[in-house]
Structure formats: structure tokens, C-alpha cells
């Protein structure tokens, strides 16, 4: 059996958000998603099983991981080892592009990298869905990551979760949006998104609206995206993500992800559409601010961005291919069939 393997993946950025749990421990979504994954920032993960070792040895960006973040991906190789029959401890040596826990989507491409190394170098060999179920273990948004341009996540009715997988919707070629990545603050995230959306499922008034509100707002992102209709993405865009943060800022304590940069880019980006520009904003589990905007404004968008004071950093992405394995050559290939 080969025990070694590398995989290569991109972060998602949802366009219609993901924010909560059916099951914890399977990490069943109460509801789908849909998001664009994006290269220009990546992951790339090797993992090396060895049964001589005693432990997982786990390096994130050539530092030895500890604490829960530890113990979170041991969980995980666990939940690997069991389903390949396997008991051999793993070392995963994983390196980010962009910076990891601070709200930019590094558990999606991470746990995406993740699970297509492990099945490679235990010689399992997973359709599509199934690698995607496989990710979701890891984090709700990396069963996304699988595929490359415009995923919707199915939350699935099955007990089990073996329906709860990502779809493609629409290739990396289908669109060419542009991601504009404002960041606001150098700071890792306050609170993590499984803590953050457990938290709002028991205590926020606004948790089952928001959760009935997310199977309309997938069909009108759907047929946006299809149309490639900007200004009608943009409103469902920008409405799915000002819906679940208003449930986690409605829990109690209220979790409260945007900094003072954050609200100021939100009415910036909002000034710049009625001024007639092709831009929307979206913000996840941290307080930086992803601008869409179409490739033709990108230059113009930052430009604009750039003057509003404290913004300095930016990170630029494109749509970009699903999670692909790496030869010994540097070679990337998508060896995984999407049925079989
Ligand atoms: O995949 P997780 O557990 O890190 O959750 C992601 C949650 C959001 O990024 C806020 C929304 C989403 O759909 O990606």
C-alpha cells in the first residue's frame, strides 16, 4: 500500500453561508450552502503514514501543531484510520498561503488537502461525493472544497450523513468573478465557527428562521449564477450573510465577528453598487470583508477600497479548480471519478 501522498486544495468562500449543525458529531449541516472555491491561495497537505510511530505528528506551516487544534485533526485521523481499517499513526506536514484560523476559509481548503491525502496514501479511492462526505468530517465547508468554481452543499435527510455531500453547480470557467480579500485586523479569529454556530443553535432567537430561510436563498444563487446576473447574486449574496451573522450577534452572549474597518467597508462596497459598480460583499467566521466584483473593476474596486483608512492588505483570487493530488514530479491530477 503507498502510505505516502500530497493533495493540493482551495479555500471556498460560501455565497450562500453555512451556519449550523443537525448533528454534531457527524457533522451534519442543518442546511445547505453554496460557494465559489478559489485559487490564488491554497493548501497543500502531505501525509505519511507510518506504523512505526507512536503518535500523529502533525507540522502546520513548518510549526509542530498543539492543543486543540491537535487534538480536533488526531479526531480526524481517527475517523480516517477507522473507515480504511487502518491503526498506523500519520505525520501531515501542511503549509497555508494566506493566513490560517483568521476567518479566510483555511479549514475548507485544509480539510479538503486533508482528506485527499489520507484516502491516496491508504489506497482508498472515493468517488467525488464520497471524498466530499469524507472532508465534511473535518469541517462542514471543506466537503465544498472539493470541487472546483460553484459548489452547493446538499444537508442531506439520512441519519447517517452518507446524503450530506457537495455538488458542482458550475465550473471554474462558467464566471470569471474576482474575490477581493480586505483584511482588517492581523489577529486570529475570537471564537471558532463549530463553537460559534453551536452557540447560536441553542441560544439565538433567530437560529430556525434563519436556517428556513437558507433552501430559497440556494435556488435564487443557483439561477443567478447560471444567468451570470450579477446584481441578482449580489442581493442574495449579501443577504445570506447579513442573515447569520445577525443569529450569531442575536445569541446569548452575542457573537460579534466585525471590527469597526469591517462596517465601514460593508457601506463603502454598498455606496459603490448604487453608484452603479458590479460589486458585493460577503463576511464569514472573522472580521475580514470578501469583496465579488467582476475581473474588469478589480483594479478600480481596489483602488477605492484602498483609500478608506486602516485598509493596507489584500488578497486576490479567481475561481480555481477542486482538490487535486500530487505526484512525486510536482504533477497535479483530479484522480477521483464523480461517479462510478
Ligand atoms: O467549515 P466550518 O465549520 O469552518 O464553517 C464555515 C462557516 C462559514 O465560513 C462562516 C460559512 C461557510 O459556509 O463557509
Redesign the pocket.
Same mark, same amino acid.
Given at each position: 500500500m503507498r502510505m505516502r501522498a500530497t493533495a493540493v486544495a482551495h479555500p471556498n468562500?460560501?455565497l450562500v453561508?453555512?451556519?449550523g449543525k443537525r448533528d454534531e458529531l457527524l457533522n451534519l449541516p442543518a442546511a445547505g @450552502?453554496l @460557494?465559489l472555491t478559489l485559487k490564488g491561495l491554497q493548501t497543500r497537505t502531505t501525509v505519511v503514514f507510518d506504523p512505526s510511530q507512536d503518535r500523529d505528528l502533525i507540522m502546520l506551516n513548518g510549526r509542530s501543531v498543539v492543543g486543540k487544534r491537535y487534538d480536533r485533526l488526531v479526531r480526524y485521523m481517527d475517523y480516517i484510520r477507522d473507515i480504511s481499517g487502518t491503526n498506523a499513526p500519520a505525520t501531515i506536514y501542511t503549509e497555508n498561503d494566506f493566513p490560517t484560523a483568521a476567518g479566510l476559509?483555511s *479549514? *475548507?481548503s485544509g480539510f479538503a488537502a486533508l482528506a485527499a491525502a489520507s484516502c491516496a496514501a491508504l489506497g482508498l479511492n472515493p468517488t467525488l461525493s464520497q471524498l466530499s462526505a469524507i472532508a465534511r468530517m473535518g @469541517?462542514? *465547508?471543506?466537503a465544498r472544497s472539493i470541487y472546483g468554481g460553484y459548489a452547493e452543499m446538499l444537508p442531506g435527510v439520512q441519519e447517517h450523513g452518507g446524503d450530506a455531500y457537495a455538488v458542482p453547480v458550475a465550473s471554474d470557467v462558467h464566471w470569471d468573478l474576482r474575490c477581493l480579500m480586505v483584511l482588517t485586523t492581523n489577529h486570529e479569529k475570537s471564537i471558532g @465557527?463549530?463553537e460559534a454556530?453551536n452557540h447560536t443553535a441553542q441560544t439565538s432567537p433567530f437560529f430556525d428562521a434563519w436556517v428556513d430561510s437558507v433552501p430559497a436563498d440556494i435556488e435564487e444563487a443557483k439561477t443567478a449564477i447560471m444567468d451570470r446576473d450579477f446584481d441578482r447574486l449580489a442581493k442574495v449574496a449579501e443577504h445570506s450573510c447579513l442573515k447569520?451573522h445577525a443569529s450569531a450577534i442575536a445569541s446569548d452572549p452575542g457573537i460579534i465577528y466585525w471590527n469597526g474597518l469591517t462596517i465601514q467597508i460593508v457601506h463603502k462596497v454598498r455606496q459603490l453598487r448604487k453608484e452603479g459598480m458590479n460589486l458585493f460583499f460577503t463576511i464569514?467566521?472573522g472580521p475580514h470583508v470578501k469583496v465579488f466584483c467582476e475581473s474588469s473593476q478589480l483594479a478600480a474596486v481596489k483602488g477605492i477600497l484602498r483609500t478608506i483608512p486602516g485598509v493596507t492588505r489584500f488578497l486576490v483570487a479567481q475561481p480555481g479548480p477542486g482538490v487535486m493530488l500530487e505526484d512525486e514530479q510536482g504533477r497535479l491530477s483530479a484522480p477521483w471519478p464523480s461517479k462510478r
Open positions: 468562500i460560501a453561508k453555512y451556519w @450552502s @460557494s476559509a *479549514s *475548507s @469541517s462542514g *465547508s471543506a @465557527s463549530t454556530m447569520f464569514d467566521a
